[in-house]
């Protein structure tokens, strides 16, 4: 095999640097993964813009990006080669948070609040490059009818389906989802599957409302835009309105927009959950009338990461319940990867999610 491979590489905000580097020399619990399609994701989009820092010790670069990823296997640690768990070319995507199932957490099997953990992409190097390198308890086979492309967005698909196993869904009820990025959009997926009876969907932009009318809603909101078709002054009473009179029985966020997650509490009914997903700012507080919500017994949650939810992740995207080609709207390659992370912030063109194709099929 080559010693050397391309990498897109950053340095700090608004720099990037694709260049070729040494191919990681892995360890005895590694695997080494010929990279074939890389995710963009909007933490992506936070670091390369300078508004979040980078899970380093000093918090910046230089990094080589990329947590969401796929790839055949080019490399077996010595560890998983006397397990027999993997063979050279096997097609695998990564979970990039790398517990240490060492401490309180993780014996508690609460992997996503690890003490100890390294993430691929935002503490240690990640899959923006030919090849990365990832401990083969984290690396997971995918079945031949899922694409790279689509395996390498099994990570926030993980993500969601955490936090939709944490809203607890029951048959026919009502699920309010806001957001219509790749997550919102992939929670309006699941929460069918589920068996949500209703889903009903807000956002601010009439595309990604469309899109999740394609992905199964039933009802779209436009809580933003007053030219829009799907526009409503009061989102309650238009929930109301689609749902016979009543509130919703369940509310999932997708995005970390502090309205909405103020507004979710007024669209869901008594006896109800609503799950916090997005990402808010350090300073953002939510305001909770404790009266009402006391009286009205609602279960307020938040959802974190991605725990034991893998083996789930790759079934329903074999199985077609959750449709991932509605969801990735534009490709670049390698070297292009800092225009798409410029593109998928700046460009005004309708989209919802990038993905950087490393080595096509």
Known sequence: MKNKMKVMRFMEPKVMKYQEEDIPTIGENDILIKVK????????????????????????????????????????????????????????????????????????????????????????????????KVRYTHVYKIPDAVSFDKAAIAEPLACSTNAVNRLEVKMGQTVVVYGVGGIGLMMTQLVRAAGAGKVIVVARKDFGLEKALECGADFVINNSDTTSPYYATNVSEKVRAF?????????????????????????????STVVFFGLPSPKDVLSVPALANLKSEKTLKFAWLSPLVWDTVFKVIESGQVN???????????????????????????????IIVVDPE
Do not use: W
């Open 37 to 132: 399609s890389v995710g963009i994701c909007g933490s992506d989009l936070a670091y390369y813009y300078g508004e979040s820092p980078l899970d380093t010790p000093d918090g910046h670069g230089p990094l080589i990006l990329g947590h969401e990823g796929s790839g055949v296997i080019a490399e077996i640690g010595e560890t998983a080669k006397k397990l027999g768990l993997f063979t050279l070319g096997d097609r695998v995507a990564f979970n990039p948070v790398q517990q240490c199932n060492a401490c309180p957490a993780c014996m508690r099997g609460e992997f996503n609040a690890c003490s100890h953990v390294e993430v691929v992409g935002t503490s240690v190097d990640g899959a923006m490059a030919e090849y990365v």
């Open 243 to 271: 749902n016979n009179g009543e509130l919703a029985d369940r509310a999932i966020l997708a995005t970390g927009n502090m309205s909405a997650l103020q507004d979710s509490l007024t669209v869901t009914g008594a006896c």
């Open 324 to 354: 991932l080609d509605l969801i990735i709207t534009n490709k670049f390659s390698l070297e292009d990867a800092e225009k798409g992370i410029i593109y998928m912030r700046e460009s005004k063109e309708p989209k919802v999610k990038g």
